[in-house]
């Protein structure tokens, strides 16, 4: 007992050290029907994203995603990169897909490790050639939730139309995308 409550407040003081908090049950969202995750593959760049504790101080962020074929079982391998001033940190992380092609994964990190029982890294809309909207819900006790979202670019800007579009997703699913920031893309090395 006194271990499973030591885990729950170390999960509590992860979240809400980097999440959107908010009260109640996550909202009803669905993941793209269909993803080609060949086509997905490649870098990404951080256009917009909720707050997360792990990004402060952080810019031009981007993430390179690469299909790994496995005989245990194909998987993404994600490589998170981020410009701190001196050098560019890089998290590793591992996305696994559970329905394919739903565009739902499992995302573990190879330095936080707790698995999720839903899948936490779902694309909400995607153009394997533009953007794509990731976002992510985690309740706790069914009082309340955590969420992330990202909108995420092949090139470091994205048209104010198609941002307008992914922010009128996550409103039509009941998540506040005026928690949104703007990470910095200018001027990276």
């Known amino acids: 007992m006194k271990l499973l ?3 729950l407040f170390v999960s509590l003081f992860a979240l809400t050290s980097c999440l959107v908090k908010e009260f109640g049950k996550c909202p009803d969202y669905t993941p793209v029907a269909s993803l080609n995750l060949t086509a997905y593959m490649g870098i990404w760049y951080e256009i917009q994203r909720y707050p997360t504790a792990s990004e402060t101080g952080l810019y031009c962020a981007f993430a390179e995603y690469t299909l790994i074929e496995d005989p245990n079982g194909d998987y993404v391998k994600v490589n998170n990169s981020a410009y701190n001033g001196e050098e560019y940190t890089n998290v590793l992380g591992k996305l696994t ?6 565009g739902a994964f499992f995302l573990t990190f190879k330095d936080f490790p707790l698995p999720a029982n839903t899948p936490n890294y779902n694309l909400l809309a995607v153009d394997t050639e533009e953007y794509a909207l ?10 309340f939730h955590f969420e992330s979202a990202w909108i ?12 307008q579009k992914l922010r009128g997703i ?3 699913i009941g998540s506040d995308p005026d928690n949104f920031i703007q990470p910095s893309q200018d001027n990276c090395p």
Not at 152 to 163: A, F, H, M, P, S
């Open 5 to 7: 409550c030591s885990v």
């Open 97 to 102: 897909q559970p329905n394919p092609p739903e």
């Open 134 to 143: 990731v976002y992510s819900c985690t309740e706790i006790l069914n009082r």
């Open 152 to 163: 995420l670019g092949r090139d470091r800007t994205l048209d104010k139309e198609v941002l």
């Open 170 to 172: 996550l409103w039509a």
